[in-house]
């Protein structure tokens, strides 16, 4: 509140400061006629008795009354003393504020005349008059008042997508090729595949000639410009704006140069990213006038990240100023006028060596093999032919893959020396030397198998057989292992015996996922001593196989988009079963909205199509399909009616392939199997065009009256082993792109003319396995499941396909244990 006096517009204090000074001015009464009561001479006694009441009255609240007047006393006096801004855009603190409010003077239609104080008296002046007074009105501002605009944003921060990038961390090398329209199906072929796959792709070929067939694994930047110079300029252009931030050193050869990949590799590893290197084969100017040498382009030469960039902003006036007709002097040139770095041969005790081959050089005759120059070149020039670089790489390879053999003995020889002060001896030196120890098994069931074989047989087989032939790749490997026996064996015995004739007798073999597949053989050796006696003997080896460098294998991008065609062959005695796929299908899939169509294939016996116009045996699923299409107006359900004597699918499926694109998805299920949204998924990640087909492996679930015989299955059972097993005998399922499928229909047309039941002999798996070059992907999938269903095997079927029926039929029944507790039940109450 806010009140006016007289012309001046003095205001009070608040109600509380009011009643305050009122409570002041009765006390100070009451003490005055107290005393005015105490001095009177003729004081009655009933006036002292009144007095001394109303003392015992106020005396309990006396000192309340004291400590209040004092209070606000203090509290006026201290207004005066506190010198606040009276502006109209005070600050956080203001006068007579409570916690929640702030009270302030204002003037209507005008800013305010600033803000007076309780004690204060209006400064006004005379111009506005009491007539500007009469306008004053209250207004109520928030004490707390909001927080003003800022004026700019916050800059948002970027993150770099890689760590390496906002790290500042690089690739270490990257290889430019000059090539040219003659030699780029020849030579620049002949470069990539002895650098390529050493260097991970960071390689590209230069060349100023435009729109020309790019061999096939090439990165090929064409110019559209011939004369050298300029070429080397657009070359170092594009460089500095694309890959002069992600490595630190930039390696130029021309396509007619070998060069050793890993000695590259090696010397760029061992030099430092700061220095302004300019590395390779010096030369001298032609007129020797300018000061400095240049790296002549023909052996290679190396340049600095650091050089490049110094090199940057000088590069136009390279272009216009030095004049040349050869690419390495005019870089020299540039190099050495603006960033004062001469081409050197060696830098911090590391050499660039390189090798000439002469005209008339025999370069394949050991005289040149032996020469060291050669043997230790990083780069050879000039190479003739794609032949000559191959010939090169290989020889090379070969000495380099030697020299790693003797680093691994010398490697091998010191750690044995040292295990000998070792805690356990020469027992913490696994063997072989340097491969990972023998995988330690925690429990019984971690033990790893051990495979007998022998020459001819193998006595562990996919099919769960006792006894298999050896064919193969086994067979291959059977036979490697024991020639590589006879030879570490010779080169361990020789020349005091030469041993020969092996013959195997025992075989044993397991694979350790820790260090590779391990080899026990029991060898019949014929055995030959100097003096030419000869015996038959017997010797036991152990070998290991071990695993080699893993690798991530590139694949190609893949999305979950893909639009799924689920194909359904259906035949009569399955109806009631289509009925509960239908259900499953517009719960899981239909009604999450997936990317899916099913196509339903009827296949009709004779007998069957004969009646579909009175009585079609599909009669119920096809109103089933109706009634889903009605309940989801945005599903479509197909469906293809064949007729057949012999149910073979290759047949039927030739059809469904003929009605969709090459492009297409399929994924061929049965009518027992439960689609979900995670097995689509995986449907989609796995199946790759051209590149690879997925075959999964369901969980069947087991006779519930065997795995539960006390009756209490659970309505979702989990994934043990006493609930069921993954079914490796089943094939049905499988997820592949018709442009795969009909390649591989294409290449068995030759077989499948001259054997007329090749289609009926032959399943999806096997197609895939015999005619196509894909991957075929085969793994357990825990989202693809099915419930146990008595199943009976068609007679029609091939003996193969029919016997992994019967495979699948017997062991879906329960586990060994189960079905051995139920015999021995059934045996215990036959003898009771």
Request: proline share 5%; with cysteine; charged share 20%.
């Amino acid at each position: 509140m806010a009140w006016r006096h007289g012309g001046g517009g003095v205001p009070s204090g608040d109600t509380s400061e009011r009643r305050g000074a009122e409570l002041e001015l009765l006390l100070l009464l009451l003490v005055c006629r107290a005393r005015r009561g105490t001095s009177s001479v003729s004081g009655a006694s009933h006036e002292s008795m009144r007095l001394s009441m109303l003392v015992a009255l106020v005396r309990p609240v006396g000192p309340v009354i004291v400590g209040i007047s004092l209070g606000f006393t203090l509290s006026l006096l201290s207004v005066t003393w506190v010198d606040e801004p009276c502006d109209g855009g005070g600050g956080g603190g203001g006068f007579g504020a409570t916690e929640g409010m702030l009270l302030l003077l204002g003037q209507a239609g005008s800013s305010l005349k600033g803000a007076r104080k309780p004690s204060s008296i209006s400064t006004g002046t005379q111009e506005h008059g009491d007539a500007e007074e009469e306008d004053f009105q209250p207004r109520i501002v928030p004490y707390n008042k909001p927080a003003q605009q800022q004026q700019s944003s916050a800059k948002k921060v970027f993150r770099a997508k890689y760590a390496s990038t906002e790290l500042g961390i690089r690739e270490r090398l990257f290889v430019a090729v000059m090539t040219s329209k003659n030699s780029l199906n020849t030579l620049a072929v002949a470069a990539n595949r002895t650098l390529n796959h050493h260097l991970d792709g960071r390689i590209i070929f230069f060349t100023g000639t435009r729109n020309r067939k790019v061999p096939h694994g090439m990165f090929v930047v064409a110019h559209g410009e011939e004369r050298p110079v300029p070429s080397m300029f657009q070359t170092l252009r594009y460089l500095l704006e694309h890959h002069v931030t992600e490595y630190d050193w930039f390696y130029f050869l021309q396509d007619d140069t070998y060069t050793q990949p890993d000695r590259l590799k090696t010397l760029v590893g061992h030099m430092s990213i700061d220095h302004r290197l300019y590395l390779g084969r010096p030369g001298e100017f032609i007129g020797g006038e300018a000061q400095g040498r240049y790296c002549q382009g023909r052996f290679g030469f190396l340049l600095s990240r650091a050089l490049l960039l110094k090199l940057q902003p000088f590069l136009e006036q390279c272009r216009t100023d030095i004049v040349s007709v050869r690419t390495d002097e005019w870089l020299g040139r540039c190099i050495i006028d603006y960033a004062g770095t001469s081409c050197v041969e060696e830098h911090e005790g590391l050499h660039y060596n390189y090798f000439e081959i002469e005209k008339d050089m025999e370069w394949k005759t050991m005289s040149v093999e032996e020469n060291h120059h050669f043997q230790d070149a990083l780069s050879v020039h000039p190479v003739s032919s794609p032949e000559q670089m191959y010939h090169l790489h290989r020889y090379f390879t070969k000495r380099e893959l030697q020299k790693t053999y003797e680093e691994i003995k010398k490697l091998q020889a010191e750690i044995k020396n040292i295990s000998h002060v070792a805690v356990d001896g020469n027992r913490s030196a696994a063997w072989p030397i340097g491969i990972p120890p023998p995988f330690q098994p925690k429990s019984r069931f971690e033990v790893l198998r051990w495979d007998y074989f022998t020459e001819e047989q193998m006595f562990s087989c996919a099919d769960g057989a006792p006894k298999c032939q050896i064919n193969g790749a086994d067979h291959e490997d059977v036979n490697s292992v024991i020639q590589m026996a006879l030879a570490e064996l010779n080169k361990k015995y020789s020349p005091v015996l030469q041993l020969s004739a092996p013959r195997l007798i025992n075989g044993y073999r397991r694979f350790d996922p820790t260090r590779g597949m391990e080899y026990t053989l029991d060898l019949q050796l014929q055995a030959t001593t100097e003096s030419g006696h000869g015996q038959a003997i017997e010797h036991r080896v152990h070998l290991v196989r071990p695993l080699s460098q893993v690798e991530i294998i590139p694949m190609p991008y893949v999305t979950e988009a893909t639009r799924v065609h689920v194909v359904l062959p259906l035949t009569s005695p399955n109806r009631p079963i289509a009925l509960r796929f239908l259900d499953l299908c517009a719960s899981n899939l239909f009604e999450l909205g997936e990317n899916v169509v099913l196509t339903f294939l009827f296949l009709y016996e004779p007998a069957e199509a004969q009646k579909v116009g009175s009585s079609d045996v599909f009669a119920e699923v096809k109103a089933k399909v109706a009634a889903v299409e009605h309940h989801y107006p945005n599903v479509k359900i197909p469906w293809i009616s064949v007729k057949t004597e012999n149910p073979g699918f290759l047949r039927v499926m030739d059809i469904v392939s003929r009605k969709h694109p090459v492009d297409t998805l399929f994924l061929v299920a049965t009518a027992d199997t439960v689609i979900n949204s995670e097995f689509l998924n995986r449907c989609r990640m796995n199946a790759i065009s051209g590149w690879q087909v997925f075959f999964p492996i369901h969980f069947q679930d087991f006779d519930p009256r065997i795995a539960y015989p006390d009756g209490s299955a659970p309505a979702t059972p989990d994934l043990l082993r006493e609930a069921g097993h993954f079914d490796r005998y089943a094939f049905e399922e499988a997820c592949f792109y018709n442009a795969d499928y009909m390649a591989a229909r294409t290449r068995m047309t030759a077989d499948a003319q001259d054997n007329d039941e090749l289609l009926e002999s032959l399943d999806m798996f096997d197609v895939f396995v015999q005619y196509s070059s894909l991957h075929v992907f085969r793994a357990v999938e825990p989202a693809l499941r099915q419930a146990y269903r008595n199943r009976t095997c068609d007679p029609q079927l091939s003996e193969d396909m029919f016997h992994r029926c019967l495979q699948s039929t017997h062991e879906g029944i329960g586990s060994r244990s189960q079905l051995a507790m139920l015999m021995f039940e059934q045996e215990q109450s036959n003898n009771t």
